[in-house]
């Protein structure tokens, strides 16, 4: 008798904590819209556009290197409980891509980049069929991806298209902005000394868009290493045109660049590091290189200050 009492009273207390728990669950997770995202850049659209109707996480915070990146047991959760899953796609995150395919089966998950007219695609460097992911590095292609952005958000959430829509037509501004600052900001610098050098051939896209020679020691992922060929080729590169500085990035190690530096050195070429480079990764959440522009802001005045 006593063990029934107990197995009710247990029943009783499981059965009202449910109530408890669903209840609170019912309030606030069916009016926010839950968002993952892989890289930051992307979770910096969706919070500017989806604003408070949204909750957004990416899985990549400061100084990860989305090439190499695997999903973590908790990265699983995060995907699994989202209602919309944006990533960049073009084999950016090319250890996720199981994964990602996977949950596209049970919810929106979309590649943003992947909505750029195919004939604004670069080509992979030293590749044929695989193009360049890296395209928030030309502002004129990332709004693709924030109108991909947009576009989803209305269609999943009709009820608030018009929030969506003043969202994103205000965010395009401060980008379309930002386009023509660092326009005017590098054609500061001679044609000459318009050479970028870099650990990654992150920035084939920004070197079109914004007029710059841009050179990487390693192929186009950070999976391939540097070989002395390519640190020769660079240090001639230095030496002939003069180019006062070769820059580092974020997400991969130094190395390779200090290779450069010292090669130069030793034929009488002084080349600084021009300080650090946001690639393929952004800077901690809360500061200012932890958003978009004030990331890409920082990138320009960076190049600026040590090529002019
Ligand atoms: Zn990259």
Request: charged share 25%; with cysteine.
């Amino acid at each position: 008798m006593r063990k029934l009492l107990g197995r009710l009273v247990l029943i009783g207390a499981i059965s009202l904590g449910l109530t408890a728990c669903s209840s609170g669950a019912n309030s606030d997770e069916n009016e926010t819209i839950q968002v993952t995202t892989t890289i930051a850049q992307i979770a910096d659209i969706v919070e500017n556009i989806g604003g408070d109707k949204v909750k957004v996480e990416s899985l990549m915070g400061p100084g990860i290197d989305p090439h190499l990146y695997k999903a973590s047991q908790g990265d699983l959760s995060k995907l699994n409980d989202a209602d919309i899953i944006f990533y960049n796609g073009l084999r950016l995150e090319g250890r996720m891509g199981d994964i990602l395919n996977k949950m596209a089966e049970e919810k929106p998950t979309i590649p943003v980049a992947e909505s750029v007219p195919s004939d604004l695609l670069l080509k992979a460097e030293g590749e044929t069929d695989k193009m360049d992911p890296h395209i928030w590095f030309d502002i004129s292609l990332w709004l693709y991806a924030v109108e991909e952005v947009k576009n989803t958000l209305v269609e999943e959430d009709e009820e608030n298209a018009a929030y969506y829509e003043k969202n994103a037509e205000a965010y395009i501004n401060e980008l379309k902005e930002l386009d023509a600052y660092a326009k005017e900001q590098i054609a500061t610098i001679p044609p000459e000394s318009r050479v970028l050098v870099t650990a990654h051939d992150a920035f084939q896209y920004f070197g079109e868009a914004y007029d710059m020679e841009v050179t990487g020691l390693q192929g186009l992922s950070t999976d391939a290493e540097f070989g002395l060929n390519d640190v020769r080729s660079i240090v001639d590169l230095l030496v002939e045109r003069d180019i006062k500085a070769v820059f580092v990035e974020s997400s991969i190690s130094e190395d390779s660049i200090n290779a450069v530096v010292q090669g130069a050195e030793s034929r009488g070429h002084t080349v600084k590091i021009g300080g650090e480079l946001y690639s393929d990764a952004m800077g901690a959440a809360g500061t200012e290189t932890g958003t978009y522009l004030g990331m890409f802001r920082h990138n320009i005045e960076t190049i600026v200050d040590s090529l002019k």
